[in-house]
């Protein structure tokens, strides 16, 4: 298990992609893996990573904690950044995106919708091209860098998809690799629960397909 940090309140650690975030019936999510470590440890899920994402992920270890980090997810008082692998090549190579997202729970699937109403949120997010190739296999490619200022379910995934730009492996919203999805949790900045001190970690993965772009 990769711990970046630990204290009496928090657990900071780097989520495998094959995992859910939360604890599971079969005792087989990520939290289940942090509560394994002492049977009496609380673990407070506050932020949830799509089962096939990977990367940055904290954890709360009391309820105090959990309920501050999640005030201050609501507050917006927590940065989250992510690196993301999409198809093609965007005509800007930064901007902000802004959509009206609707999630279907039945389906389990989120899409962009023209007007607001009931269920119907607004996403927002700012990326920037860091590279781009021609891959053998997979096409034109580029690699981003995505800031979100908003967590609707899917978020990245269906805004760049329903420009074109699906993200690489994600045969949810239109790819068709065989391959894991393109997307890690890159870095997690937000208070301390407790002590208010701004905490900041990072992590960048080292296998494919981020070892596409040098």
Request: proline share 5%; aromatic share 8%.
């Amino acid at each position: 298990m990769n711990l970046l940090f630990e204290d009496q309140s928090i657990t900071v650690a780097i989520k495998p992609p094959e995992l859910l975030s939360e604890q599971t019936p079969e005792k087989n999510g990520f939290a289940d893996l942090l509560a394994a470590r002492n049977p009496n440890s609380y673990v407070g899920v506050v932020h949830r990573l799509d089962r096939g994402v990977g990367g940055v992920m904290v954890y709360a270890r009391t309820p105090q904690a959990a309920a501050r980090l999640s005030a201050a997810i609501q507050a917006r008082d927590v940065e989250k950044q992510y690196l993301a692998v999409v198809h093609g090549e965007l005509p800007v190579r930064e901007d902000t995106l802004r959509d009206l997202l609707f999630h279907d729970r039945t389906r389990n699937k989120t899409f962009v919708v023209a007007r607001e109403r009931h269920g119907v949120k607004e996403a927002v997010l700012d990326y920037r091209t860091l590279g781009v190739i021609d891959h053998g296999e997979h096409g034109r490619l580029s690699l981003l860098h995505i800031k979100l200022h908003t967590g609707r379910t899917h978020q990245i995934r269906v805004q760049f998809s329903s420009r074109r730009h699906p993200l690489l492996g994600d045969g949810k919203y239109g790819a068709h690799d065989r391959c894991g999805i393109a997307l890690v949790s890159h870095s997690l900045r937000f208070p301390h629960p407790i002590t208010g001190k701004v905490m900041e970690f990072s992590y960048t993965p080292i296998d494919e397909p981020w070892t596409f772009f040098s």
